[in-house]
């Protein structure tokens, strides 16, 4: 804006100067015209006042009548002295004329002089207005390339802030995932609640079954002692019914323990099977597929991502 105002009054000032150099010039030639003119006139004056001096200075032969020359003369004389006070304002006009001259003189070098540093100034207006020009041009390029530089910069924070976006957007929905897995798993871990209570119920089952199996153990061993003590009894009725009634219950004895076997390993393989079932709803690193199924349906959850670290690497992109 201030080279264009700059450049604006230079202008103004090369179209004055312009002006006045075509004034000066008008003027000079003017000038030169009164002039040629009034020596025009100075020449006039002064073969008229020459002749008449030559009139005046050469006397007439001596057989001329002097009444008539006498006559002559007075007319001459009047007519010079009408002449003369005709004459001598145009003198005096011409002496003012010239003085007028002299002066137009002065003031045509004083005028030349000033045309002249009008001229130079004029041509130091022009290299000025030429190097503002450029000036101006350049400092138009460099606005159009900053211009562009900028429009560049705006569509690069643009893309930044649209994958900003983005990235909220991916995040919330990352969030509202999460949000969603986090109340299935509560439900997940209140149903779990039940499992672990039906597997501390089945875990004191086992140890009264395994307490079971110790007393079925003990027994067998005091039944042995007793088949020991039979084997060694004297009355062979006695003996057996002893024997007979010891295989009863020998019999009775690895039924029991057969069942409270198969019993133990049915609950041990229950119990495993609750335990990894247990954990599986603890553990957040099985598969979506692995999990057992609820009334619930998972969703997938989006990768979490860090949204500041994200937006700190976009920006820096963009810069």
């Known amino acids: 804006m201030s ?3 700059q450049l604006f009054r230079l202008q103004r000032k090369l179209a004055n100067s312009e002006a006045q150099v075509i004034e000066l010039a008008h003027l000079i030639r003017q000038l030169k015209e009164q002039n040629t003119l009034l020596n025009h006139q100075l020449h006039d004056a002064e073969r008229e006042f020459d002749f008449y001096h030559a009139c005046l200075d050469n006397p007439p032969p001596p057989d001329i009548d002097y009444p008539l020359i006498s006559s002559y003369y007075q007319y001459l004389s009047s007519t010079y002295n009408n002449r003369l006070e005709e004459v001598n304002p145009t003198f005096e006009h011409h002496a003012s004329i010239a003085a007028e001259l002299e002066q137009a003189q002065q003031d045509q070098v004083t005028l030349e002089v000033q045309l002249a540093d009008a001229t130079a100034n004029n041509k130091s207006l022009q290299s000025s207005v030429a190097v503002l020009e450029q000036q101006l041009a350049d400092v138009k390029r460099e606005s159009q390339e900053s211009a562009s530089a900028h429009a560049v910069l705006l569509n690069k924070e643009k893309d930044s802030v649209h994958r900003l976006t983005i990235t909220v957007q991916k995040s919330r929905m990352a969030e509202d995932a ?11 871990l209140t149903e779990a609640q039940h499992y672990q209570q039906a597997y501390y119920a089945l875990a004191d089952e086992v140890g009264s079954l395994l307490a079971r199996n110790q007393i079925a153990e003990e027994e067998a061993t005091t039944l042995s002692k007793f088949n020991a003590q039979i084997l ?3 009355n062979p009725a006695q003996r057996i019914m002893y024997i007979d009634r010891i295989r009863t219950e020998l019999a009775e004895a690895k039924h029991n ?11 041990a393989a229950e119990n495993e099977n609750l335990q990894n079932e247990l954990d599986m709803y603890k553990s957040v690193t099985v598969p979506i597929t692995d999990k057992p199924r609820t009334n619930l349906t998972r969703i997938a959850r989006v990768p979490l991502v860090n949204l500041n670290i994200h937006s700190d690497s976009s920006l820096e992109e963009s810069m």
């Open 3 to 5: 080279l264009s105002l």
């Open 178 to 188: 999460l949000r969603a897995e986090i109340n299935e798993l509560t439900t997940e």
């Open 232 to 234: 060694g009894h004297n």
């Open 257 to 267: 323990i057969a069942m409270l076997t198969r019993d133990q390993d049915a609950l």
